[in-house]
């Protein structure tokens, strides 16, 4: 990443100011209105909460932790078909209980959903066909006092370059699990592959692997550890915290694989990166904004690691990369019911926010608490989970607007 003043790898120059990180806030953004003919909402009998495209983008999978497609009250996947239509098909459901987030392996053999302490492993070749087999196991690791007293709370997975390990934040213990995902899958999931946990904050959520497969960046939402015995749900309200974690020390020593800590605002929830790596993408949910930390100064320099930061709307959740890494889209959840405040897609300019400029281009439409969010490989269009609108939303985001200003029809010098 850049020095101050200097221009990063994607072109955009980098603001010289040192900022601080947000305190929390219910105070949003003001934007324009940008216009939803791209945006189509699709009913769901289930409350979707990850989504996954496949490699070659003629499949997505979606979880449902209870009421899916699967017609049961414990959930499961639903498996949509891409034909090219503006709205993905529903073609398949498979019974799973409890599947939050979910993520492919990058040879595209399976796909992986957060549950209990671990993950449950499905083949997505019987997904696809429909197989009565598509539910293979589970990866996960042995209860101990803390998972049965607070519960494992799997929320998110991620899987290393190659394929190697599997990671999944344990929101209600405070830890990420590491699995030998090959081991695992070589045994016929017999063997879970537990290898052990990582450390982090209280209620560890997202994660996103590096591009180039050295680290692992995963998000807290309150700074400090679970007690060994006792715990409980965190507190709305309080400064988390962004990690970096030694990708090759996690899958041998997982205890001693934190390598750096800084704050990220009030409860950061989710986590991405830019395509090269070079700055990291984080939302704090209770500071309503979108953060981006230097990847090298988090190693270096972390107190000067905040590079930019934008408001957007009430409670930000999902965040995904679009138009080349030049926009990002946050899903702004609105979770909490916040007075005078509405659940929508925030469009964030990539340049402009880097460069310390306005930002923040508008707002799309979005059903109640937008969640996850997956691009298709065309990068044409965005599917979200809004989870309790029970829907599934296609967004066209070929055409995004570049950045308007807080009143509508007001263009802004942003990029």
Avoid at 11 to 34: D, F, I, K, N, Y
Avoid at 339 to 355: K, T
Avoid at 385 to 399: G, I, K, R
Wanted: charged fraction near 15%; include cysteine; glycine fraction near 14%.
């Amino acid at each position: 990443m850049p020095t101050p003043g200097a221009v990063s790898r994607t072109g955009a120059a980098v603001r010289t100011t040192t900022l601080r990180t947000p305190g929390c806030s219910t105070a949003t953004a003001r934007g324009a209105r940008l216009p939803a003919a791209g945006v189509k909402l699709s009913a769901l009998p289930g409350d979707p909460f990850g989504v996954a495209v496949t490699a070659d983008g003629r499949w997505s999978f979606v979880s449902s932790p209870v009421g899916s497609n699967a017609g049961g009250s414990g959930g499961g996947i639903s498996v949509f078909a891409n034909s090219g239509a503006a709205v993905p098909k529903l073609v398949h459901s498979i019974p799973a209980s409890g599947v939050l987030g979910v993520a492919l392996t990058h040879d595209g053999r399976y796909l992986l959903a957060a549950n209990g302490t671990g993950a449950k492993v499905f083949s997505v070749w019987q997904a696809e066909q429909g197989g009565p087999h598509a539910l293979l196991g589970v990866v996960t690791n042995r209860p101990t006092s803390v998972h049965r007293l607070l519960g494992g709370g799997a929320i998110e997975v991620a899987v290393s370059p190659g394929d190697w390990f599997a990671f999944v934040s344990l929101e209600d213990s405070g830890e990420i699990a590491v699995f030998n995902l090959r081991h695992a899958l070589a045994s016929g999931l017999r063997a879970t592959g537990f290898v052990g946990d990582i450390p982090t904050g209280i209620a560890p959520v997202g994660m996103a692997v590096a591009p180039d497969g050295r680290w692992l960046y995963a998000t807290s939402e309150i700074a400090g550890r679970l007690a060994a015995v006792g715990g409980g749900a965190p507190l709305r309200g309080a400064a988390g915290t962004l990690s970096v974690i030694s990708m090759s020390k996690a899958e041998t020593d997982p205890a001693h694989s934190v390598v750096a800590t800084v704050t990220a605002g009030c409860s950061p929830v989710r986590v991405i990166t830019s395509a090269d790596g070079s700055v990291v993408w984080v939302t704090a949910r209770e500071s309503d904004s979108l953060l981006a930390f230097s990847a090298a100064r988090l190693l270096t320099d972390p107190a000067q690691s905040l590079i930019a930061r934008v408001e957007v709307g009430e409670a930000p959740v999902g965040l995904a990369l679009v138009d080349g890494g030049q926009r990002i889209v946050v899903a702004d959840s609105n979770r909490f019911g916040q007075n005078g405040a509405s659940s929508n897609l925030a469009v964030v300019n990539v340049p402009a926010a880097l460069a310390g400029k306005p930002a923040l281009a508008g707002y799309l439409p979005a059903g109640g608490f937008p969640r996850q969010m997956a691009l298709e490989p065309d990068g044409r269009t965005l599917l979200v989970t809004n989870f309790t609108s029970q829907q599934l939303e296609t967004v066209d985001v070929a055409n995004l607007p570049l950045c308007r200003g807080p009143a509508a029809g007001t263009l802004a010098r942003c990029g």
